[in-house]
């Protein structure tokens, strides 16, 4: 009989490559990895696994049972919070993941309204960016997934998949100096600012500024680059660049020094929670979806 403990082995195994690496990754010795694989290939009564030196493959037995891990290994999380909620949210365990202005807006209030609700349901969580922690929801790492997809973005991901709610629609603003000469403006076209310096974030996260812009008919000029939302703000405040940045995050930094300014024609970008299927039928899982909903309509 294969045993869920031996699954999630043999996933830290394939994606590690070695006995050595999933062993750190699980938190346990090397021997008690390979102990784990030999009971689980004398579970299948075939080899999972090829050894050449310090190196693992997996053989084409390995490959399928890696395949499937994934959705058993979801689907027993579900069944084992759904047994532990029936007695009303006594317990429970969620697993979240946020991109940074959520964690810092959203994510608050709503876990403080879920622990007052239902004290036993423990949530943990960690930070990560679209489209990496959509990966991590998929490949069975956490429960809930904050996300966001800007709206006729190019090469935008697909959910269909997923369970997705959606949260709230968040506008982008430029940023300017006080000083600046749209300082002033209630909008602006984001062509106004093809001469100027920007400040952006690393190329991944830039791909929405510079498509933006392209439509207006300019490439910007990225003098700074920089993920961290403070930095964005003392920079302009400082009259280095300009910038844009979601409200939401705007909302996390205190704006000292900079005007922001509505982009005319509006760019926003849909936030939503996403969940798996089997999973969105955990009490402690739909509880989170709630309150993370609730937060998002304050």
């Known amino acids: 009989m294969i045993e ?31 102990q784990q694989m030999k009971a689980l290939e004398a579970s299948t009564g075939t080899p999972l696994l090829i050894r050449t030196g310090r190196e693992m493959r997996l053989t084409q037995a390995g490959e399928a049972l890696v395949r499937h891990a994934t959705t058993i290994l979801a689907g027993l999380t579900a069944a084992e919070e759904e047994i532990a909620a029936i007695a009303g949210l006594r317990a429970g365990r969620v697993r979240l993941v946020s991109f940074p202005s959520g964690s810092s807006t959203l994510v608050p209030s709503a876990l403080a309204a879920l622990r007052a609700a239902h004290p036993g349901t423990r949530v943990s969580l960690v930070e990560a960016e679209p489209p990496r922690s959509v990966e991590m929801l998929r490949e ?61 974030g690393c190329p991944r996260c830039r791909r929405q500024l510079v498509e933006v812009c392209e439509s207006a008919g300019f490439a910007p000029r990225i003098d700074f680059a920089t993920d961290d939302y403070p930095a964005v703000v003392g920079l302009v405040g400082a009259g280095l660049g300009v910038a844009v940045l979601p409200e939401l995050a705007l909302e996390s930094v205190r704006p000292k020094g900079v005007r922001a300014v509505a982009v005319e024609p509006p760019v926003r ?29 304050r």
């Open 269 to 297: 970008r849909e936030i939503v929670a996403l969940t798996l299927p089997d999973l969105a039928q955990v009490p402690a899982v739909a509880a989170t979806l709630d309150h993370l909903a609730r937060a998002a309509a």
């Open 4 to 34: 869920a403990r031996h699954l999630r082995v043999l996933r830290a195994v394939a994606a590690t490559g070695s006995f050595s690496a999933a062993a750190r990754e699980l938190g346990c010795t090397q021997p008690a990895v390979s």
């Open 140 to 200: 069975g790492d956490c429960d809930v997934t904050l996300a966001f997809r800007y709206e006729g973005a190019a090469g935008a991901e697909e959910w269909g998949d997923l369970v997705v709610r959606p949260l709230l629609a968040d506008r982008l603003v430029c940023l300017v100096p006080q000083g600046h000469r749209l300082a002033g403006a209630d909008a602006l076209a984001i062509g106004e600012l093809a001469d100027e310096p920007w400040i952006a």
